[in-house]
């Protein structure tokens, strides 16, 4: 079921060179228009069901919160429509509205009538709401008291204290310690179980990964990519060091998993392979084993020099380990075009059980943002077993060894001296 | 076109309430006296006009031989101009004071006007029933006519919350609205007869100053209060008119450039 419906979505903000020229053209019915419109986006087109986790990625500047407030209704769209059944929450800014001189409890009641509650309905959600704020006696004091800790959980559980049909939630939440951030995804998850359709800005690749089904990419106001957590954050991935979505590519690998690669494209990654022991190419290895990771590079133009790497990741799209020629010390300069440059990285294994993608990148600095040759993301994608080594969990392989020391409760004198040596 | 706004408000009427309320705290939190200094200021009004006018300067009103009557001239008008100047001056600022809210909160903004129209409704409640005690008191209460106040009050009310919308939202776009409204309620307060009677002024002003649409309100006031007869009701009729038709104009300019407002806040 579709919940919130964008169609031809687009809002410009007018901007005139001063105040008169506004006021000429309110005044004047003769006056041509003054002013420019600013397109903030464009040209939006999205459906999202009920209970659907969307997540939202894009640069500073990309229409995020354009958007975000018109599906919170606080901004009007300039042109086309946009449908949302239910009722949207928004945990924008937190603590919006509080006023330090009324205490906690007071100040729950007036967020609580913003939101459109009748006060027996707050009262009846007062008890839930201290508990999940945690504040204890603090809720009879002024809010001016309070740490801003404590007010963020306050106006977290005021905000979430009714379950809302549709949830937009900023990074904002990334706010208050760890012990609460864990609880209110709690909540946030347990909402979403339930049927609420969750809207989620983050930079963190992890969280988006983590959560959300679809992720959508902005770019100067309009739509660049829908699709997978993973393919779309590639995509964002390779937008924040090329900024321009035309030398942007996915293709497909023949196993179905897309890559991205970005890039000036003076040198392209011709072909990744993983080698085990016998040099053989795979896509599964043993945990610990030695292995060699075999970039192949082409040279399409002359380059003074060039810094080639590597990165692996897990699943949710965490950096497992990362390295390139420069740390390495190893140089590759004076290239022509024509050359082919292969690097090969020997190591060992050590990942956990898992699916891993790996990622390359050329650049002719260390940092691949400065001058980008060619940025590979999911490029590879290998699995590693474990059959030798006994079964742990996590992505690093620490190979812990146990000894165990056992002193029984009843000593005599002699053996409690041995066991004090 | 209205009902939908109508049933925003109703759905609304805990957090208008609870508005009023924590506004009316607020002013009076951490004073010792408390509320008692909403009666204070309006006692302090009276009293000065009384002592200053009618004992000092032995003013009269002509046709009057009473020294009080001058002064519950000049109390009617002073004091319900004062409800009619902060309805207009809170109200051509509700918009930008509550920009956080607007900007980041969906909820029905008419609810904003509502609640500067209730406040400045209690502090003139507080003000006139000191008045009508003072009038008891000194013999003067001019009898059930007074039922015909609040009717001018409604008429007074709508009147200047039209016309504080469309400053208030003007002042999003053009300050100069909010410096320019201070001088014009100043001029607006002179051109009314409140603090001197419309019988001194000379033929021509007088028809000029007669097309200022609070002359029939204020002097509405004036002959309930004064002299116990019935107001002008053929004047109030028009000025309730204009009322109605400013408060139209305000909803269409607010629903014409509400959505701009938001930008520009």
């Not at chain 2, 006007?113 to 008045?131: E, H, T």
């Amino acid at each position: 079921m579709t919940i919130l419906r964008m169609h031809h979505l687009g809002k410009a903000y007018k901007q005139y060179p001063n105040h008169r020229a506004r006021l000429a053209e309110w005044c004047l019915p003769w006056s041509k228009p003054r002013h420019h419109l600013y397109w903030a986006l464009r040209d939006i087109n999205l459906e999202v069901s009920a209970g659907e986790a969307l997540g939202i990625v894009g640069m500073n500047g990309a229409g995020k919160s354009t958007l975000l407030k018109i599906i919170a209704g606080t901004s009007q769209q300039t042109e086309g429509n946009i449908n949302a059944a239910g009722r949207v929450a928004a945990l924008l800014e937190l603590g919006m509205g509080f006023h330090p001189e009324f205490t906690g409890r007071q100040n729950v009641v007036m967020a609580g009538q913003l939101f459109g509650f009748q006060v027996d309905e707050i009262q009846e959600l007062m008890p839930g709401i201290e508990d999940f704020a945690e504040i204890g006696n603090y809720i009879d004091q002024p809010v001016r008291t309070y740490s801003s800790g404590m007010q963020m959980r306050l106006a977290f559980a005021v905000a979430t204290a009714k379950r809302p049909d549709i949830l937009i939630v900023d990074e904002a939440l990334s706010v208050g310690d760890s012990h609460f951030q864990h609880k209110s995804f709690r909540r946030i998850r347990n909402f979403r179980e339930e049927g609420t359709t969750l809207l989620l800005v983050s930079h963190d690749r992890s969280a988006i990964q983590s959560i959300c089904d679809r992720v959508i990419v902005l770019h100067e106001g309009k739509i660049v990519k829908t699709g997978p957590p993973d393919e779309a954050m590639d995509f964002y991935h390779a937008l924040l060091s090329e900024r321009d979505v035309k030398l942007i590519r996915q293709e497909r690998h023949a196993y179905g998993k897309l890559q991205t690669i970005s890039g000036r494209g003076d040198v392209s990654v011709a072909e990744i392979n993983l080698l085990n022991e016998e040099k053989k190419p795979v896509y599964a290895v043993e945990t610990g084993s030695s292995v060699t990771l075999e970039i192949k590079a082409q040279i399409h133009k002359t380059v003074p020099e060039m810094v080639m790497g590597f990165l692996i990741r897990d699943r949710f799209g965490q950096i497992v380990y990362g390295i390139n020629s420069y740390r390495l010390g190893k140089s590759m300069e004076h290239l022509s075009a024509g050359d082919q440059v292969t690097g090969r990285f020997s190591f060992e294994m050590n990942l956990g059980k898992g699916n891993y993608t790996i990622s390359t990148g050329v650049s002719r600095q260390e940092s691949h943002l400065s001058e980008n040759y060619e940025w590979r993301d999911a490029g590879l994608v290998f699995s590693v077993y474990n059959t030798k080594k006994p079964d742990f969990v996590g992505t690093a392989s620490l190979d812990a060894v146990l000894t165990v020391e056992h002193l029984p409760s009843r000593q005599t004198p002699h053996s409690f001296e041995q066991g004090q040596r | 076109m209205f009902s939908k706004h109508i049933i925003a408000l109703w759905s609304y009427r805990g957090f208008i309430l609870g508005s009023l309320m924590r506004d009316f705290q607020m002013r009076y939190r951490k004073s010792v006296l408390g509320s008692l200094w909403a009666i204070l200021n309006p006692l302090a009004t009276i009293l000065i006009y009384t002592v200053i006018f009618s004992q000092l300067m032995k003013a009269r009103l002509p046709g009057i031989n009473d020294t009080m009557a001058y002064s519950i001239y000049l109390c009617s008008g002073v004091l319900t101009w004062s409800f009619f100047s902060e309805i207009i001056q809170r109200s051509q600022n509700v918009f930008l004071e509550n920009a956080n809210l607007i900007k980041k909160l969906n909820f029905p903004r008419i609810c904003l006007p509502i609640i500067v129209v209730g406040n400045a409704a209690v502090s003139f409640s507080i003000s006139f029933g000191l008045f009508l005690v003072f009038l008891i008191f000194l013999g003067k209460f001019p009898g059930w006519i007074v039922l015909a106040f609040p009717v001018v009050c409604a008429i007074q009310a709508v009147f200047a919350i039209g016309f504080g919308i469309i400053l208030g939202i003007g002042n999003v776009f053009f300050r100069d609205i909010g410096q320019g409204s201070g001088i014009l309620m100043q001029f607006w307060f002179w051109f009314t007869p409140i603090i001197y009677p419309i019988s001194i002024l000379p033929e021509a002003i007088r028809s000029l100053v007669l097309l200022n649409p609070m002359v029939s309100v204020v002097s509405a006031y004036q002959s309930i209060l004064v002299y116990g007869n019935q107001p002008d009701w053929l004047s109030l009729a028009s000025t309730a008119l204009l009322a109605v038709l400013v408060c139209f104009l305000a909803f269409h300019f607010y629903k014409k450039r509400s959505g701009e407002m938001v930008d520009e806040l």
